[in-house]
């Protein structure tokens, strides 16, 4: 193995992939980096056997073959080394690092033990607007289960073009709070066509962190390529530019959450979401540490405003009131105010909408005047 | 033998061909999910990259395996994403979900979850109510799950699992284990009711672990769906350690709290381990409590091992404490016939006697002086004689146990048994915790060394010869009355002549 390629391009290349390493793994070869050439490309390729992340540098190639190395060592000597030509040699295991005045040995170990990335076929895929993709999974992604009893709420759900044709549905929960968004695929790049078919995965909360961590990673301008989704036998793959992220999808059947979205209310509420935030933060530093319980009381009519108070036994007791536009009758619900502020911060607009039916059944949270996104949170009992 | 067997001795067998961490990070959680009459097999694997490296590093390797091991010609061998889990249905059941409501607390502030018909956020699936139509799928489904959590550990029992040959009929049993024996027989009748914990100890080579595997034996003969994990402790602390090492402490408690019968030999290595002693003294407390079975051996009694947290001693000698005592002649003739049988290998009785008489001090080496003979005999094609049987036997003794010893080897070995300082021990002092091992120096020079009284006094600090005469007769009194005192002496001894 014989190449060329910049510093910038390999350190790029390897801070997409080395976040995949695996840590605490009983396979210490989990911990490197496949370098590899192939078809005169350089390929870069990490996995912790969940995920695997594969990033393609632009190298001059000299000399075919393959090693892998820590991918922690390397990317940290990258990190430090200059920026310009790098001229990467492999003797036996050893790997040479030749820059204008640095020269660098790393110890390699062969790759006949790495594993393989499962095969998928890529010709089959959704397209999407990178930029739409990564807002959507952000605003659901909070949103993620943790807890490992009920592995089908530990991921995203993505339900591709059966809701209506043309639209992915990401959908998270927790068993007490929702957040759903509506997001529309693209029907073809160019000359590329888009898959139309009906889908429905689950997946992982940390593929979906993974994807929008390497997505970031790039720059705006190279936006304009949508991201690709392929699934296959259990198995996802998202493409994007040079990059190609694997995961496996959670198995089980996510839970008909559409039921619980309520059509119906009784009070309505317009929020200014900076200021909700603010006098938010100030209730929950009153609120009761375990159930973390804010209340909200709803009055129309003349007075056309919401108090938000708290009481806690340790740190004392809060009230303020806020003017707001409503419809429909007085109301009053308790909320835990992590659930809501979460929420609010991930509605990247400033004015909402808060629906109430009772202080028994879930509120709704929403962008105003937008049906694409909705954020329920199931109330605490009193 | 069911899918799941086979699949359990693959990975027995896969477990010593592979490196460690290859064998767990590759075969962890699989199972055969199917396995037709034609010979069509499918191998269940958690996700993509696990069935991409098995179909290319391991499909000719497992075809070979589980032809082996089932004795049917395969067909197809295919991998299959998939966790017995997931084939479970959501059912709710009505009632259930009413009696959910009703626990909640009224009073207090609770949060609420969500309640979508045909899915229940509140019980994990495995724990449902199962619908009359669904039972025999979702218990299926469970004992999946169950295989799947163990899967790791599991494969170690397969490897490290009971020896068949060992077995209450092949015991041989003499006046030393007789009560050992008895013990253990009830146990295995028995299993957590009879005697437990059942603490076996004796010097090495008498049958403690052929004992203690018999129990294990007759206990699967009997049923073959209880657990039993037969392990040495020095095997419990590195899969101790491994676990805590790879995150794995639940699965490690899970198994070893989960078992009917739990065997650990040779448990004085664990002596000076604390957190080990910690981890065995929660699982035996909570297999105790559980009537489940626990047998133990070691080489002393529980009072002599040291290091041993105190709780741990006072469970150990909670149960039923037996020794096995080297054989008599009559009991070594006996074990030699038995052997002799087992080989299908005539000798004749006066030559059984005569192996009998040279070697007395354990089974493992009489059985060693009979393959000598056996295989001596089979080389020159002459049948053994009484000179031959002397000359073969007496080799194998010089090697063993007739060391020469050197009275500042005696020392050594009696000061680092006592915890005593050397220089203590030659020096003035007569306290007790010096005194004692003195005296024990005194007459092991005497007894194994044949030295002279003075020579004793002068090795031991100049001390005068009379004080080494009285130090003799005290400790050869105290052997004829004290069973405890005879021990000490006899583990010394061996201590002395161990290699």
New interface residues.
Partial sequence: MKFSCTQENLYQGLQVVSHATSK?????I?NNVLLKIENKELKLLS?N??I?VNATVRAKIEEVGEITAPAKLLLEYLSVCPPGKIDIELKGADIKIQTQNDNTLVKGVLSQ?F?????INKTISYGLSVQDFKQALQKVMFAVSKNE???E?CGVFMDFNSNKEGVLTLAA?D??R?AEKKMSLLGNFGDKQYNKEAQKVIVPGKTIQEVLRVISLFHEDEAQTPLEISIQ???IVFSYGTVEIYS?LI???Y???T??IPHQFKTSTQIQVSEWIKRIKAASLFS?TG?Q?VVFEFFGGNEQKVVISSVSGQTGEHTSSVLSKLDGENNKI?L?YRYLLDGLMNLLVEEAELQIVSS?S?CVLRPKGVEDYLY?I????? | MSPQQIWQVILGELELTLSKANFTTWFKNTFIGEFTEHGDVVVCVPSTFYKTWLERRFHQTLIKLIEKTSGKPIRTLNFKVGTGKTNLPFVVNNTDQNSLTETQPEEKPSLVEFKIPNYTFATPPSTLPINQNTINNTQTSSNFSQKNEFSVLDTSLVSYTLNPKHTFEGFVVGKGSELAHAAAQAVAARPGEAYNPLFIYGGVGLGKTHLMQAIGNSVLAKDTSKRVIYTSSERFTNEYIHSIRSGKGKEFKDLYRNVDLLIIDDIQFISGKESTQEEFFHTFNTLHQNNKQVVISSDRPPKAIKLLESRLLSRFEWGMIADVAPPDLETRIAILEAKCKEKAYNLEKKIVTLIAELVQNNVRELEGALNKIIAYHELKNTPPTEGLVRSLISNLENYASRKILSPKYVLQVISSFYGVALEDLLGKSREKRLAYPRQIIMYLLREEMKLSFPTIGDELGGRDHTTAMHACDKIRREIDSSSRVRETITQLKQQLYAA
């Fill in positions: 605490n793994n009983t396979l210490p989990l996995t056997l969940e695997a033990d594993p393989f990335v499962p095969p009893a009920r592995p709420l929960t068993s007490y929702l036998d259990s198995q496996r198995e089980g059947k839970p008909d959450y039921q619980i009761n159930v319980g308790t835990n028994e879930p329920i199931m109330p605490i009992r009193q």
